[in-house]
């Protein structure tokens, strides 16, 4: 009997948290060394056994700035309002890069992690949080290869760079809550690691990437910002470049709307659904 009770006392029961989105965060706080011991994980993991290693984090954007420089720049000839396209496109492709291999790691993080998930009880909103923070690391590196283009290029930032972590946040938030829909979505329906790849190619090129907001007809302007990476990527040019950005004011509220709306959304989807994780998995 005394057994028994012992065991009823260590016993944890858990119960789910009330409220509009459900966290608790409190308990995250309680986890947050397993936070930032998966973050870790995942950003060795993201390069182990590649002859380059980290190195990816450069190439790859290097490699899509040289080519919407040749496709937009020279043979299109889209107008950069006096920017040296390299740069024009270079400071696009570093929001765009962490929200796409931010979106794509948080999708799949639950299946990745399937043993931890069916074996021990931790707050499942860490694993795809932790997903998307672990693009942190390629974005640094990413962004001082740009730090040299506008040295090159004698590009001088403006005082509106202090508003850089701004947009950086509304990137991370945005990828955070679609990562959410996506990484829960993937554990019933594994269609989605499948869709994920595609949606993120065809998002590059819906996105301003390797063109300017001003290109698009002015009538499609403003609903163009529901599409929440368009703000981010034009505040990062006008961060750095000094750009002018049509409509911004309004299209960056409208983007943030959307931005809270998708990560609202996501949170109290995934928690509905958390409670099934391991039976499924």
């Known amino acids: 009997m005394d057994t028994a009770l012992s065991q009823l006392e260590q016993e944890r029961i858990i119960k789910p948290k009330r409220g509009l989105i459900g966290i608790d965060f409190a308990e995250l706080w309680r986890y947050h060394e397993l ?105 640094i590196i990413a962004f001082a290869i740009l730090i040299g283009l506008m040295v090159w290029y004698q590009t001088v930032p403006t005082i509106a760079v202090l508003w850089l972590p701004l947009f950086f946040l509304l990137a991370f938030l945005t990828s955070l809550g679609i990562g959410l829909w996506f990484s829960a979505l993937n554990v019933k329906y594994r269609d989605v690691r499948h869709a994920v790849p595609f949606l993120v190619q065809f998002g590059l090129f819906i996105s301003p990437v390797g063109f300017s907001t001003s290109n698009i007809p002015e009538l499609l302007q403003l609903p163009y910002y529901l599409n929440p990476m368009v703000a981010v990527i034009e505040g990062f040019r006008w961060a750095l470049l000094g750009q002018k950005v049509p409509l911004y004011y309004l299209g960056l509220t409208l983007s943030s709307l959307v931005t809270l709306l998708l990560l609202v959304s996501g949170v109290h989807y995934f928690k509905s659904v958390e409670k099934t994780f391991a039976d499924i998995i």
């Open 35 to 139: 936070f930032f011991f998966l973050t870790w994980r995942n950003v060795l993991v993201r390069y182990k056994q590649t002859v380059i290693g980290i190195l990816w984090a450069v190439i790859r954007p290097v490699m899509m700035m040289l080519v919407f420089t040749v496709v937009f720049g020279k043979v299109a000839k889209l107008p950069s309002d006096g920017i040296p396209y390299p740069i024009l496109t270079f400071a696009a492709l570093l929001p765009w890069q962490f929200f796409a291999n931010s979106l794509t790691e948080s999708s799949n993080s639950l299946i990745v992690n399937t043993n931890m998930i069916s074996k021990i009880y931790f707050p499942r909103l860490i694993i795809p949080s932790a997903a998307v923070l672990c693009g942190v690391v390629d974005f």
